[in-house]
Each structure stands twice: as C-alpha cells, then as structure tokens.
C-alpha cells in the first residue's frame, strides 16, 4: 500500500483503490454512462500519484467505447513517481495487468514538463508535471469530468484552496462535472464558493460521505 511520508497519507483508500476509483470517481461523474452522450470525453484529474484512477478508467472506456470515441485524461502532479514504483504499486491489481504493461512501457525514465503518452488509438494520457494552481489555470482547453484526488485535505491543503478549486471550475465544460472522495466541510464550501452545484453521497467502504457536483 503506498504511502507518502511527506504527507501523512496513502495514495488510495486501504479497503481497494480500485473499486473506490469506480465509486467515487467515475460514479461521482456519471460515468462510464456519460461517455455515450460525446464523441470526445476529456476528464481532468488532481493527483496522478500510482496511476491507478487512469489505469481504471481507461480499462472500464476500453470495454465500454464507442468506435470512433476518444478520452483524453489528463493528470495534474507534483511528484511524479518513478517507472518501477508505479509498477510495484499497479502489480496488486491483476484485473490491470494489461494497462501496466503498456503505461509503464511508455513511462519515461525522468518526468517532467508534459508526458503526452498515446496508450492506444482511442485514448491519450497527459500528465503535466508541477503545482497543480500553477498549471490547471493556464491548461489550453476544459474538462468533462474532473477527479479530485489529493491527499486528505487536512494533510494536503494546497490541493483543495478556493483559488486551486476555482481554477478547477473554470476549466469545467458546460455540462461538466466533479467528484471526490472528501467530505471535510471547508472543501464544500469551496467547491461551492468557486460555483458548482454540490452534492454529498455516502462514501466508498462505509466512508460516511463524498461530494460530487455539476457546474450548472
Ligand atoms: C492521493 S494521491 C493521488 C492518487 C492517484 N490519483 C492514484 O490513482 O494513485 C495525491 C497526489 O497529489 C499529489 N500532489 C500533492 N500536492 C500537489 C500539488 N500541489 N500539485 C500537484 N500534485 C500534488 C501527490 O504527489 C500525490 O501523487
């Protein structure tokens, strides 16, 4: 189960990060449904971490797509880790086995700047390496969905502001969309505050709450 010393925290929830991933972050955000309604899905994520968020969502598009669809994921990530950590991490979950295989095959051996990775015809990964309030305000285009994935936010402060959460609204499409696994009340009021409409559900694994919302 990775850890990060720096912050306090594991990277995904200790039950199974896997089925959390399908829970909070892809339920949260009405999908895999949603991917019917467009031909070009983009979701956005906070916190790229082990990658296992992407390696779930792009098993689930991979079986669910439509021919001609993309998905573009782009991953937001201070500390990107390293090839064989990723890995060590992804080699707990067999139903991933194919995904690790070609994501780390592509990794590079020292990330920084943009990695833009084609990991197959229908889906591109972009992880942009740095502060996230540095680079989702200046990021090009706008998100479907977006997966908020920080540590807790009591450990990780600077990836649930009201400036970064307001970056976050304003790179969010029309119809766009949030999800996440936190539930603390000052994220709330910023989700809120930065103008989506937020909404709690019961947690992942008997966790109480999550939020997840729309922009109108
Ligand atoms: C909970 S982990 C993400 C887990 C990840 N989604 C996965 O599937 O493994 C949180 C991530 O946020 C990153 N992070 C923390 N502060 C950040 C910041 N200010 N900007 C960008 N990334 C940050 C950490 O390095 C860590 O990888």
Known sequence: MPYSPQFGDHFYCQTDGRLECGHVFLAGNGLPEGWKTKQNFAIGELGFGTALNFCETWRQWKELRNADSHLHFTSFELYPMDRASIDRALSHWPELD?????????WPDNPQGKVELQL????????????ALENVGCHETTFDAWFLDGFAPSRNPDMWSPELM???FEK???DGSFATYAAAGFVRR?????????????????KREMLCGKKG
Not at 98 to 106: K, P
Not at 190 to 206: D, S
């Open 98 to 106: 194919a995904e690790r295989a070609v994501l780390t095959e592509l």
């Open 120 to 131: 197959d015809a229908q889906t591109t990964l972009t992880v942009v390496c740095g502060p």
């Open 166 to 168: 307001s970056a976050v």
């Open 172 to 174: 969010t499409g029309d």
């Open 190 to 206: 910023n989700l809120q505050a930065a103008g989506y409409v937020v909404e709690r559900r019961p947690g992942f694994a008997g």
